[in-house]
């Protein structure tokens, strides 16, 4: 005999009306995703030139600054669109789909340059500085990382004394994104012999006198995006050029590359979609006198994987940007995203390769260059094993 229906219990949750919960993007980001990709496809189609040239992309960062795509960040009273995370982030896919070094000099000077000065500057730098990062009349770059200080960021060693009215600024930051282009550089340097509050962060631009670019690396990948050393000697930095307040740069830091691991996830996945539309149209394209599809089944498995992961860590970024435009902290989400788009942007790149046999490496197509581009997500803005760090503290943490 079936057993009765329990009665509800009266601290049962009742759900009453029906719970949707839309994965889709709304109508007016479907547009804005809609603008972007014509942009890509319309000036970004040199992006194998850039790389092999090791070329900057500066008519096409300035097409986007045209735009409005190096705004997105910035609050609409500083002359920004306000679009916010989750909207950058659609937008950095549909860019690193088509160019990688593009994609990280609009996610930088957006997700980290331009994020940071919003929420951590007061109103007098934000109307000083944004009204030529909006326009890319100036682009940004943030300069966190130096020699003995990659993973093991409060290491640093660049130090802003204060005399009087000004600091004084010395030291080395080392591969800085967008180096030799950016007039603004976010700073991040020691005032204090504390290891984490003995940090702060300053504004500091190009042409203040001590200011030089230095070393400029060669790179695997993102040729086209300049990696160069940038040194300090004996700079003079105004005192109404700190952010924020003295010892709080680490904490500026690490909130910043919460939302600069959304722009890095947005990258990953937008070079996985590129060597997923690759081995599309490759299988595609294998079919016998009769036009029926021949590609293995291995060759269909592993686009299907690749297909359904690539939708999965979408969702997973999206979640996590959402976060951050609620004003939720997202820091383990936010690792979550970066851990697993940036592993499955050089597992699709891979798959890309082996699947395309001789044409994945002869540059006649971007499997060789994204494959390379795909390496380095997995190591700027916190490598694979901090995101894990990241995400297993995150989830360890007492409630
Ligand atoms: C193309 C490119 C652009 C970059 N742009 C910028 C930029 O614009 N601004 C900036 O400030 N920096 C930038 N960086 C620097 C980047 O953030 C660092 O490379 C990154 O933080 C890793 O530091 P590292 O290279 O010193 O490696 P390391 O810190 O030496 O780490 C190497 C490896 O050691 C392991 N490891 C290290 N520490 C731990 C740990 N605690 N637990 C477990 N494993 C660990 C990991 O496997 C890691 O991959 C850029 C780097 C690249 C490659």
Redo the contacts with the bound molecule.
């Keep these: 005999m079936a057993e009765p229906t329990p009665a509800p219990n009266e601290d049962t949750p009742m759900i009453t009306q029906p719970q949707v919960t839309d994965f889709q993007l709304s109508p007016a980001l479907k547009e804005f995703q809609g603008y972007v990709r014509d942009y890509a496809q319309k000036h970004l189609g040199g992006a194998a030139r850039y790389d092999a040239e090791v070329k900057f992309p500066g008519d096409a960062v300035q097409a986007a600054a045209k735009l409005g795509l190096l705004r997105t960040t910035v609050a609409k009273e500083y002359g920004g669109s306000a679009m916010g995370n989750l909207a950058s982030c659609v937008m950095l896919e549909e860019i690193n789909a088509v160019c990688a070094s593009t994609g990280?000099t609009i996610s930088?000077h957006n997700s980290?340059v331009n994020s940071l000065l919003g929420k951590w500057c007061n109103d007098a730098q934000k109307r000083r500085w944004f009204p030529k990062l909006v326009t890319g009349e100036w682009l940004g770059?943030?300069?966190?990382?130096?020699?003995?200080?990659?993973?093991?960021?409060a290491a640093l060693r660049c130090e802003a004394k204060k005399e009087g009215d000004h600091y004084v600024m010395n030291g080395a930051?080392?591969?800085?994104?967008?180096?030799s282009e950016a007039k603004l550089f976010v700073i991040?340097a020691r005032t204090g012999p504390d290891r984490v509050k003995g940090i702060s962060a300053f504004v500091v631009e190009r042409d203040w006198p001590g200011v030089s670019v230095g070393k400029k690396?060669r790179?695997l990948?993102?040729r086209g995006?300049p990696?160069t050393e940038i040194v300090c000697e004996n700079v003079k930095v105004p005192a109404d050029c700190l952010i924020d307040k003295e010892g709080t740069g680490f904490t500026i830091a690490l909130d910043t590359l919460d939302g600069g691991r959304l722009g890095i996830a947005s990258q990953s996945l937008g070079i996985a979609r590129a060597a997923v539309d690759l081995i599309k149209a490759c299988l595609a394209a294998k079919v016998d006198q009769k036009g029926r599809p021949t590609a293995s089944q291995p060759e269909q498995w592993t686009l299907a994987d690749l297909a359904a992961e690539l939708d999965a860590f979408r969702m997973l970024t999206w979640r996590a940007a959402i976060l951050r435009d609620q004003g939720v902290r997202c820091s383990t989400e936010a690792a979550m995203a970066k851990l697993c788009a940036s592993r499955l942007a050089n597992k699709a790149a891979r798959a890309a390769v082996t699947i395309l046999g001789q044409a994945g490496v002869d540059g006649s197509n971007p499997a060789e260059r994204i494959l390379r581009d795909a390496r380095?997500t997995?190591?700027?803005?916190?490598?694979?094993?901090?995101q894990?760090?990241v995400v297993a503290r995150g989830l360890l943490a007492p409630a």
Excluded: M, N, P, Q
């Design positions: 990280v930088v980290l770059a943030y300069c966190l990382s130096e020699a003995f200080s990659g993973s093991d960021a930051k080392l591969w800085i994104t967008t180096g991040f690396e790179k990948g993102l995006s990696t380095i997995e190591i700027y803005e916190g490598a694979t094993d901090i894990r760090l």
